[in-house]
Protein backbone atom coordinates (compact mmCIF):
# COMPACT_ATOMS: atom_id res chain seq x y z
CA UNK A 1 0.00 0.00 0.00
CA UNK A 2 1.28 2.92 -1.09
CA UNK A 3 2.46 6.14 1.61
CA UNK A 4 0.09 9.02 1.21
CA UNK A 5 0.50 12.50 1.97
CA UNK A 6 -0.85 12.54 5.47
CA UNK A 7 1.96 9.95 6.52
CA UNK A 8 4.61 12.42 7.96
CA UNK A 9 7.57 12.90 6.07
CA UNK A 10 10.12 10.59 7.99
CA UNK A 11 8.34 7.44 7.65
CA UNK A 12 7.62 8.08 3.76
CA UNK A 13 10.56 9.69 2.82
CA UNK A 14 14.82 8.22 3.05
CA UNK A 15 16.95 10.58 4.84
CA UNK A 16 18.64 11.20 1.09
CA UNK A 17 15.07 12.29 -0.19
CA UNK A 18 14.46 14.71 2.40
CA UNK A 19 14.53 18.43 2.10
CA UNK A 20 17.12 20.55 4.00
CA UNK A 21 14.14 21.71 6.35
CA UNK A 22 12.97 18.29 6.82
CA UNK A 23 15.94 17.09 7.58
CA UNK A 24 17.37 20.33 10.07
CA UNK A 25 13.53 19.33 11.97
CA UNK A 26 14.92 15.54 12.94
CA UNK A 27 17.11 17.01 15.19
CA UNK A 28 14.92 17.17 18.54
CA UNK A 29 17.51 19.62 20.12
CA UNK A 30 18.51 17.51 22.74
CA UNK A 31 22.17 18.66 22.28
CA UNK A 32 23.58 14.81 23.57
CA UNK A 33 25.63 15.34 20.18
CA UNK A 34 27.13 18.58 21.52
CA UNK A 35 28.96 16.82 24.04
CA UNK A 36 32.42 15.70 24.70
CA UNK A 37 33.01 12.39 24.16
CA UNK A 38 36.22 10.33 25.06
CA UNK A 39 37.56 7.33 22.98
CA UNK A 40 39.23 4.41 24.72
CA UNK A 41 42.28 4.23 22.49
CA UNK A 42 42.52 0.27 22.84
CA UNK A 43 39.24 -0.83 22.46
CA UNK A 44 37.57 2.11 20.27
CA UNK A 45 34.80 2.52 22.99
CA UNK A 46 32.76 6.16 22.89
CA UNK A 47 32.07 7.43 26.40
CA UNK A 48 30.58 10.45 26.37
CA UNK A 49 31.12 14.24 28.90
CA UNK A 50 29.16 16.56 30.61
CA UNK A 51 31.08 19.46 29.22
CA UNK A 52 29.63 20.49 26.29
CA UNK A 53 30.43 22.88 23.00
CA UNK A 54 31.52 26.33 23.77
CA UNK A 55 28.55 27.25 21.55
CA UNK A 56 26.07 25.30 22.99
CA UNK A 57 23.57 27.16 25.18
CA UNK A 58 22.95 24.57 28.13
CA UNK A 59 19.65 26.48 29.04
CA UNK A 60 17.90 26.45 25.41
CA UNK A 61 20.14 23.49 24.26
CA UNK A 62 20.66 25.48 21.23
CA UNK A 63 23.97 26.31 18.93
CA UNK A 64 24.81 30.15 19.46
CA UNK A 65 25.61 30.31 16.27
CA UNK A 66 24.85 27.68 14.49
CA UNK A 67 25.01 28.64 10.75
CA UNK A 68 29.00 29.53 11.30
CA UNK A 69 29.75 26.97 14.24
CA UNK A 70 32.33 25.26 11.49
CA UNK A 71 34.40 28.70 11.77
CA UNK A 72 34.55 28.09 15.08
CA UNK A 73 34.97 24.89 16.29
CA UNK A 74 36.80 23.01 13.42
CA UNK A 75 36.44 19.51 14.58
CA UNK A 76 31.99 19.99 14.83
CA UNK A 77 30.96 17.05 12.42
CA UNK A 78 28.35 18.11 10.29
CA UNK A 79 25.33 15.41 10.15
CA UNK A 80 24.08 14.15 6.30
CA UNK A 81 23.12 10.94 5.83
CA UNK A 82 26.19 9.31 4.99
CA UNK A 83 27.91 10.50 8.54
CA UNK A 84 24.44 9.70 10.09
CA UNK A 85 24.86 6.41 9.19
CA UNK A 86 28.40 5.74 10.22
CA UNK A 87 28.71 7.63 13.61
CA UNK A 88 28.64 4.72 16.69
CA UNK A 89 28.29 8.06 19.46
CA UNK A 90 25.10 9.13 18.44
CA UNK A 91 22.57 8.87 20.84
CA UNK A 92 20.20 6.28 20.76
CA UNK A 93 17.06 9.06 20.90
CA UNK A 94 18.71 10.87 18.04
CA UNK A 95 16.30 11.23 15.60
CA UNK A 96 18.46 10.73 12.59
CA UNK A 97 20.00 7.30 14.38
CA UNK A 98 15.93 6.28 14.78
CA UNK A 99 15.00 6.97 10.86
CA UNK A 100 18.53 6.10 9.08
CA UNK A 101 17.89 2.49 11.44
CA UNK A 102 14.56 2.27 10.30
CA UNK A 103 12.92 2.93 13.61
CA UNK A 104 10.19 6.05 14.28
CA UNK A 105 10.61 8.91 16.59
CA UNK A 106 9.86 9.07 20.32
CA UNK A 107 6.62 11.03 21.74
CA UNK A 108 9.07 14.01 23.20
CA UNK A 109 10.59 14.80 19.47
CA UNK A 110 8.82 18.10 18.28
CA UNK A 111 7.86 16.52 15.39
CA UNK A 112 5.70 14.06 17.28
CA UNK A 113 4.44 16.19 20.14
CA UNK A 114 4.02 19.40 18.37
CA UNK A 115 6.03 21.06 21.23
CA UNK A 116 10.04 21.75 21.12
CA UNK A 117 9.64 21.79 25.06
CA UNK A 118 8.71 17.76 25.36
CA UNK A 119 12.24 16.77 24.91
CA UNK A 120 13.69 19.37 27.84
CA UNK A 121 10.25 18.04 29.68
CA UNK A 122 11.07 14.03 29.12
CA UNK A 123 14.49 14.79 30.46
CA UNK A 124 15.89 13.75 27.08
CA UNK A 125 18.20 17.54 26.66
CA UNK A 126 21.43 17.85 28.12
CA UNK A 127 19.46 21.41 29.45
CA UNK A 128 21.00 22.31 32.53
CA UNK A 129 23.41 19.36 32.75
CA UNK A 130 26.68 20.39 31.47
CA UNK A 131 29.86 22.89 31.29
CA UNK A 132 31.47 24.53 29.05
CA UNK A 133 34.77 23.15 27.30
CA UNK A 134 36.17 26.62 27.74
CA UNK A 135 36.14 26.32 30.86
CA UNK A 136 37.74 22.86 31.36
CA UNK A 137 40.88 21.33 30.95
CA UNK A 138 41.41 19.08 29.06
CA UNK A 139 43.20 16.91 30.91
CA UNK A 140 40.42 17.02 33.68
CA UNK A 141 37.74 15.70 31.06
CA UNK A 142 37.81 12.06 32.62
CA UNK A 143 36.27 13.69 35.83
CA UNK A 144 33.18 14.67 33.84
CA UNK A 145 32.20 11.14 31.80
CA UNK A 146 28.28 10.54 32.08
CA UNK A 147 26.28 7.60 31.24
CA UNK A 148 22.53 9.05 30.50
CA UNK A 149 23.57 10.46 27.22
CA UNK A 150 23.51 6.60 26.14
CA UNK A 151 20.46 6.06 28.16
CA UNK A 152 16.79 5.97 27.16
CA UNK A 153 13.99 7.14 29.74
CA UNK A 154 10.90 6.51 29.79
CA UNK A 155 9.20 5.67 26.28
CA UNK A 156 5.99 6.42 26.48
CA UNK A 157 4.11 9.72 27.13
CA UNK A 158 3.17 10.54 30.69
CA UNK A 159 -0.86 9.88 30.87
CA UNK A 160 -2.74 13.04 31.44
Not at 32 to 38: A, G, H, M, V
Not at 91 to 100: E, F, K, M, Q
Request: hydrophobic residues 30%.
Amino acid sequence: MPASDETPFWKRLTLEEMSSTQWESLCDGCARCCLNKLEDWDTGEIVWTAIACELLDDETCRCRDYPNRHDFVPDCIPLDPETVRTLTWLPPTCGYRLIAEGRDLYWWHPLVSGDPETVHEAGISAAGRTVSESDIPVEEYEEFIVAWPGEIPETEAPKG
